[in-house]
């Protein structure tokens, strides 16, 4: 009898440590573990509701700092698409995957790009085919001016076009580090 007092005075406050301990553990940090006994087990107890509260303190400041440093990302966000969309010059970027992924509000006045191509899903070859449908290389065959400009879309370089509503522009193909290009359109007609 003695030795089965013992057993369920040691085992019910060790499986309260588990418990507590599992829940804590699966992001419960509110959880407190409460074992009265006195001894070890209790003082184990109150060591796993320490590290709790000061867990829960630290991801509550964790989080704080989150919110602030994502205020300021979006607030410098803010400020960027300001000056891009402000720029005389004409932008776009095609990402890593060749998909247009940013572009300026004279990107889209200076080629008159319609709503459609801006969906998110046009890459570099729809682009270019797009263009050379609507005659803005001249009479080429739309494919093969597809695959001219995709061959070199590694390479860093600069030409004059006229598009056809009589409007110069200066292009310029920049590859990024990470793959992907940015092309500047300049309007040089004066």
Avoid: C
Avoid at 7 to 22: D, E, F, H, K, S
Avoid at 57 to 71: I, N, P, Q, W
Avoid at 95 to 115: C, K, T, V, Y
């Amino acid at each position: 009898l003695a030795n089965l007092f013992l057993v369920r005075r040691m085992t019910v406050p060790i499986q309260a440590l588990q418990r507590g301990a599992a829940r804590i553990g699966s992001g419960d940090l509110a959880q407190r573990i409460s074992i009265n006994t006195g001894d070890e087990l209790e003082a184990l107890a109150d060591q796993f509701n320490d590290m709790a509260e000061k867990l829960q303190r630290s991801y509550a400041g964790l989080a704080k700092l989150v919110d602030e440093r994502t205020a300021e990302l979006q607030q410098r966000e803010h400020i960027l698409r300001i000056t891009f969309d402000n720029m005389v010059h004409g932008v776009v970027m095609f990402d890593g995957d060749m998909r247009m992924a940013s572009w300026n509000r004279q990107f889209i006045h200076m080629l008159e790009i319609p709503d459609r191509l801006l969906s998110g899903e046009t890459d570099f070859r729809d682009f270019i085919r797009f263009l050379a449908e609507r005659g803005e290389y001249g009479n080429v065959d739309p494919e093969a001016q597809v695959e001219q400009l995709a061959a070199s879309v590694g390479r860093q370089y600069t030409f004059e076009r006229e598009r056809p509503n009589g409007t110069v522009l200066e292009i310029s193909h920049n590859p990024l580090p990470g793959g992907g290009i940015v092309i500047i359109y300049t309007d040089i007609t004066e």
